[in-house]
């Protein structure tokens, strides 16, 4: 409940200040933004698994949005940023399309 | 289904409650709390507690939500600011190549329309100076009957006595007075002209004359008179004939008389060199 209330007021805060990302971190911010969902359907799995633990949660969070982000700033670095982005992107999102199955198998048992 | 969730706890506690109470007893041992799943574990996730977890997961979810729209916004802004230098560079290269060739075809068009207009206007041209040249070539030749001002000569011949010479060096006087059209008689002078014959039996191409003789001329009517008139000039060899000759200027001279030219057997138009 409070992770709802706390997403709702994410939004509602983004949607009021209206930042402007800094041009450094704006190759990084969807990459980390799919991580950080890779990292929130991951904590949702684990909580209808029953094995939700706010540390695990935290560290998976905090570690994925720095990692995909480093592996971006990588491969920027090598001159293959857009590739190895799409790379990780396509990785995030093949986990959290099999997290999201998980999920569903555990809500609608299908 | 929360009770399939709740199965294995359940089984393992036989006569135990469906309920939370019922779980805790068991799985208290092995972790802190009830161990739950599925749609229980959701309902519970949902009542707002200020468990670390929840207000945990609430903190990196607002971050989350921040961020997405974030992205969201600077997504939906700049579709340029936001490319890596690389495909920057690739854009660029791609604009300014389709720059250059939209630019070169551009100038290869105006080229083509400019050649198309002068081509026209020099047609044009070309097309009036043949019409002049026609025009020009017609009168010189006898094709075409000329107006214009010039002098009317009448040389009198009482006695016959006027030589053809005498002709031809009044035709002479004439031309270089400038006289443009000549006609004597009823006959056309021309380039081929020839005056043949003996005194009082004067032959224009082959035509007999008779006197008097009536020069029609195109031309200066000031120049040609005082060119005729000039001491020893021609009306001096028609006096010295035995003749005599009198020159009046006529503002409109109408020299009708035509000749038909033999198309050139021979003589083709050398090739116009092309510059």
Same mark, same amino acid.
């Given at each position: 409940?409070?992770?709802?209330l706390g997403?709702?007021?994410?939004?509602?805060?983004?949607?009021?200040?209206?930042?402007?990302?800094?041009?450094?971190?704006?190759?990084?911010?969807?990459?980390?933004?799919?991580?950080?969902?890779?990292?929130?359907?991951?904590?949702?799995?684990?909580?209808?698994?029953?094995?939700?633990?706010?540390?695990?949660?935290?560290?998976?969070?905090?570690?994925?949005?720095?990692?995909?982000?480093?592996?971006?700033?990588?491969?920027?670095?090598?001159?293959?940023?857009?590739?190895?982005s799409?790379?990780?992107?396509?990785?995030?999102g093949?986990?959290?399309f099999?997290?999201?199955?998980s999920?569903?198998?555990?809500?609608?048992?299908? | 289904?929360?009770?399939?969730?709740?199965?294995?706890?359940?089984?393992?506690?036989?006569?135990?409650?469906?309920?939370d109470?019922?779980?805790?007893?068991?799985?208290?041992?092995?972790?802190?709390?009830?161990? =739950?799943?599925?749609? &229980? @574990?959701? %309902?519970?996730? /949902?009542?707002?507690? #200020? *468990?670390?977890? !929840?207000?945990?997961?609430?903190?990196?979810?607002?971050?989350?939500?921040?961020?997405?729209?974030?992205?969201?916004?600077q997504?939906?802004?700049?579709?340029?600011?936001?490319?890596?230098?690389?495909?920057?560079?690739?854009? =660029?290269?791609?604009? &300014? @190549?389709? %720059?250059?060739? /939209?630019?070169?075809? #551009? *100038?290869?068009? !105006?080229a083509?329309?400019?050649?198309?207009?002068?081509?026209?206007?020099?047609?044009?041209?070309?097309?009036?100076?043949?019409?002049?040249?026609?025009?020009?070539?017609?009168?010189?030749?006898?094709?075409?009957?000329?107006?214009?001002?010039?002098?009317?000569?009448?040389l009198?011949?009482?006695?016959?006595?006027?030589?053809?010479?005498?002709?031809?060096?009044?035709?002479?006087?004439?031309?270089?007075?400038?006289?443009?059209?000549?006609?004597?008689?009823?006959?056309?002078?021309?380039?081929?002209?020839?005056?043949?014959g003996?005194?009082?039996?004067?032959?224009?191409?082959?035509?007999?004359?008779?006197a008097?003789?009536?020069?029609?001329?195109?031309?200066?009517?000031?120049?040609?008179?005082?060119?005729?008139?000039?001491?020893?000039?021609?009306l001096?060899?028609v006096?010295?004939?035995?003749?005599t000759?009198?020159?009046t200027?006529?503002?409109?001279v109408?020299?009708?008389?035509?000749?038909?030219l033999?198309?050139?057997?021979?003589?083709?138009?050398?090739?116009?060199?092309?510059?």
């Open positions: 409940m409070i992770a709802i997403l709702a007021i994410g939004v509602v805060v983004g949607l009021l200040v209206q930042p402007t990302v800094p041009v450094e971190l704006q190759p990084y911010l969807p990459i980390a933004v799919v991580a950080a969902l890779d990292a929130l359907f991951g904590g949702l799995r684990a909580l209808l698994d029953g094995i939700f633990n706010d540390r695990v949660f935290l560290t998976s969070f905090l570690s994925n949005v720095v990692v995909a982000a480093f592996i971006v700033f990588l491969g920027d670095q090598l001159g293959v940023g857009t590739q190895l799409t790379a990780v992107v396509v990785v995030l093949i986990r959290i099999s997290n999201a199955a999920i569903r198998r555990h809500l609608f048992r299908a | 289904m929360a009770d399939d969730e709740r199965r294995d706890p359940v089984v393992a506690q036989p006569g135990g409650t469906p309920d109470a019922g779980a805790p007893a068991r799985d208290e041992a092995a972790t802190p709390r009830a161990r =739950l799943t599925g749609w &229980s @574990a959701l %309902a519970s996730a /949902l009542h707002p507690r #200020a *468990t670390r977890a !929840q207000l945990l997961a609430g903190v990196l979810c607002a971050v989350l939500g921040f961020a997405v729209v974030v992205q969201m916004r997504a939906g802004d700049s579709s340029l600011s936001d490319l890596r230098t690389d495909e920057l560079v690739r854009l =660029l290269d791609e604009t &300014s @190549a389709r %720059a250059d060739q /939209l630019s070169r075809e #551009a *100038t290869d068009l !105006q083509e329309r400019d050649q198309l207009e002068s081509g026209s206007t020099s047609r044009q041209a070309a097309l009036d100076a043949a019409r002049r040249n026609a025009a020009m070539q017609g009168i010189l030749s006898g094709r075409l009957p000329a107006v214009g001002p010039g002098v009317r000569v009448s009198q011949d009482p006695n016959g006595s006027i030589r053809p010479v005498t002709m031809l060096n009044m035709l002479e006087e004439l031309r270089n007075a400038g006289a443009e059209a000549i006609q004597v008689g009823d006959r056309r002078v021309t380039a081929s002209s020839a005056f043949t003996a005194p009082g039996a004067i032959q224009l191409d082959g035509e007999t004359l008779k008097p003789y009536v020069w029609l001329v195109i031309g200066d009517p000031d120049t040609i008179q005082t060119a005729l008139e000039i001491p020893g000039g021609a001096a060899y006096r010295n004939d035995g003749g000759g009198d020159v200027k006529v503002q409109d109408e020299i009708t008389a035509l000749r038909d033999p198309e050139p057997k021979y003589a083709t138009p050398a090739p116009v060199p092309t510059s």
